[in-house]
Each structure stands twice: as C-alpha cells, then as structure tokens.
C-alpha cells in the first residue's frame, strides 16, 4: 500500500457520496469569497462605506487564508476528519447566517474572517480526505471532479448570488448560503467515515519529495500570481484596450469561467498517468494567452479566445497542483494542502496587489505581459525539473511505516507499488 496508515474499507458508494458532498462545500466556499465583488454597490450602499472597503472583505479574505491554513491545520491534525469538515461548514453556516444579520461593516467583517479561517481549514484537508477513500491509479481524476466545484463558483454561484441579491437584497444571498452549509454539514457528517486522519489512504504522498515540493510551491505561487495580475483587473482590460462595451462583459467572463469547468473536467484523463504534463500544459496555455493579449488585445475576436484560454488555464493548474500535491508531499498531506493553499492565496493576493500598481501607474494593457512572464518563470521551473528525471522512487510496504521495498516510477513521475 501506498500513501499513509491502512484505511478503513469504505464502499464505492459512500465514496462517492462524500465526492458529492465536499464538491459542493468547494462551490459554496468559493461562492462566498467572491461574492461580494458582485453586490459590491448594493452592500457599500446599505452599510455607508466606500466601494473600496467593501472589496477589502475580498481581498482581506485572502490573506486570512495566506496566514492561517498551515497554524490551524497543525492544530486539528489529530481531529477526525469528519467532525473536522462537519464543524468546518456548521462555522461556514454560522458566518453566513450573521453576514446575513450584520447590522454594521464591523460585524460582516468579523463574520467574513470566520467564513476564511473555515476556508482555510477546508482546503487544507479536503483533498487528502476525499481522495482516500479511492484507489491510487484514480486519485488525479477524483482530484479533478472536487475541483470541478471550486471551477463551477464563479460561473453558476457569483451570477446567481448576485442575482438574488438584487431581487431580494444581498442579504438573501448570504442567508441562502447559511442555509446551503447547513446541508452540506449534515451530508459530511452522515458520509464521512470517521477513522483518525492518520489511517486516510491519502494521508502520506505517494512519492515523496521534498525539493520538488518546495518547487511547486513556488511555482504555484508565480503561477496563480500571473494569473491574478490580469484576471483581476481583466474589466478595465476589456473596456480599455480591447475596446469592449458594458453589455458584453459579463457573457465574456461567463465564456472564461465555462472554459475553467472544460479544463477541469477534460485534465481529469490525465493527472493519474501524465502528472507532469498536466501542470505544464495549463501554464502553456495560459502563457500564450497572456502575451496574445498583450500583442493583440485590441482586436476582440483574438481576445474573446485568449481570455478563454486564461480561464482554462487557470482552473486547470489549480487542479493539478493538487492532485501533484498528493504525489510529492514530503509528510503529512494535510499539511502539504495548507502550504499548497498558502502559496495559492499568496499568488492572488500578490497579483491582485502586483496589477493594481501597474493599472494605476501604467494602465491596462502591462498587466497581460507582466502576468504572463510570471507564468512563464513558473512554467521555466517546472521544465526545468521535470527535465532533471522523474520523482525518485516512493518506499511503501506499511502506510504507516517509513521504509520498505521501493516502488516503480513510470515515465512521467508516479510511483507504482510491485
């Protein structure tokens, strides 16, 4: 065996049932963060605050994540994983439920750096924990489908949160929310089986290595970075440089969004068995698009297609670094999803930070080319290592002990137990 403790048996059904169920915490976690960008104007009117303030609940949110995933994750290491994530989403519902009530910006902003150290605490053990159930050869793909929630947020959730907070106020969005954490609570705490975190078939990595998931730290965080330079400001660069009217912005960033779900479901076939290629290609693509829209950005067909290439790229990457994350973890994979979730938060925080000194100084049209040699360094250094030779061979026999007979690396990096 390969990856951690014996696991408990667990049925191919359950299994499935707590995928489900964890998808939909991602999409309700992801809905809430970005939510506020949508009903920034109804919320700064209704509480008397600027529209800056309110887009600090967004940008604030991150950095709670940056600092808190790896502390409370050591914290909770001991903590079986479903009173862990069922607490989780009831904090989640909790938070929501007195966004939903806040009376003043102080209290949303207390309710919303609850809802980000919950954020914190879930990505930091949702993938070990909802991929352990499963076999090693499948782990990419399942990977892929929990990513699929996080993927679908911005593209069904934000729009209909939005939309609900218009015809009924924003408070309503974040009451249905509570409301949704609820549910999703009960689900974990019905499926989830409740052995110690040590016994997850995905507490350990398959082939660990430590200087190689150091690399991909910080290649994520150049990564999502460069992303984030553009994508956080891609509205002024769609208005400015490409020339784009009001009315056809929000079908364009719906076609990134849907491209974002293509990518994830379609890497889902190769993550198990090209694990290298799968981060490579992402980048590729989002680095060419980047610098085609630097090149070409005054042209609008070109743009609609970069712009489609940049939500794909974006949503792919992220699951693959995930699922590389189970492979290269050097220990506990709980706590490498929490450096893995620090070095992510830090890439948008980063950009965000990076492309809003660039609009302001040098305008809009910078931010393609400077989001896109990030991407680039980040695609350097992967190549550069894959290069070197595939992930030295993972010693398993015990999950539970450290050495044992060596396993067999197949051309790409995996390893695979005799």
């Excluded at 290595?209 to 956080?232: E, K, N, S």
């Excluded at 743009?303 to 949503?315: D, N, P, Q, S």
Aim: charged content about 10%; overall charge positive; hydrophobic content about 55%.
């Amino acid at each position: 065996m390969i990856g951690g403790a014996m696991t408990p048996e667990v049925s191919p059904r359950r299994a499935k049932a707590v995928l489900v169920a964890l998808s939909l915490a991602a999409f309700a976690f992801i809905t809430t963060e970005l939510l506020p960008v949508g009903l920034l104007t109804h919320m700064a009117l209704d509480l008397d605050r600027s529209r800056s303030e309110v887009g600090l609940l967004v940008s604030g949110y991150a950095v709670v994540v940056v600092l808190a995933s790896v502390p409370l994750t050591r914290l909770t290491q001991r903590i079986p994983r479903r009173h862990l994530l069922g607490g989780t989403m009831l904090l989640f519902a909790a938070a929501n439920a007195t966004a939903a009530l806040a009376s003043t910006y102080t209290v949303l902003a207390g309710s919303r750096l609850a809802t980000a150290l919950a954020q914190a605490l879930f990505w930091s053990v949702a993938t070990a924990t909802v991929t352990g159930p499963f076999p090693v050869a499948v782990r990419g793909r399942v990977v892929a489908l929990f990513a699929t929630g996080a993927a679908l947020a911005p593209v069904l959730g934000v729009p209909l949160g939005t939309w609900l907070g218009q015809q009924a106020g924003w408070r309503a969005a974040f009451a249905v929310l509570a409301g949704v954490g609820v549910v999703i609570a009960a689900a974990v705490l019905v499926f989830l089986p409740g052995y110690p975190p040590a016994a997850g078939g995905a507490a350990r990595g398959t082939a660990p290595d430590g200087r190689r998931f150091t690399l991909l730290l910080v290649a994520t965080a150049l990564g999502i970075g460069g992303f984030m330079t553009l994508q956080t400001y891609l509205t002024p660069f769609l208005l400015d440089v490409s020339g784009f009217a009001d009315a056809v912005l929000a079908p364009l960033l719906f076609a990134a969004g849907a491209a974002g779900v293509v990518g994830t479901l379609a890497v889902a076939r190769t993550l198990d068995t090209r694990p290298t290629a799968s981060l490579l290609t992402p980048l590729s693509i989002g680095t060419a698009s980047l610098f085609g829209l630097y090149a070409l950005g005054a042209l609008q067909p070109g743009t609609v297609a970069f712009v489609a290439g940049i939500g794909l790229a974006y949503a792919t990457f992220g699951s693959a670094v995930q699922s590389r994350m189970l492979q290269l973890a050097p220990g506990s994979t709980d706590i490498a999803s929490a450096g893995v979730s620090t070095a992510f938060n830090a890439g948008i925080a980063g950009g965000s930070l990076l492309g809003g000194v660039l609009l302001a100084s040098s305008g809009a049209r910078p931010l393609a080319l400077v989001g896109g040699l990030l991407t680039l360094l980040a695609l350097t250094l992967l190549a550069l290592d894959a290069w070197r030779g595939p992930t030295r061979p993972v010693r398993s026999d015990d999950r539970s002990s450290a050495a044992s007979r060596p396993g067999t690396p197949d051309r790409d990096g995996n390893a695979v137990s005799r």
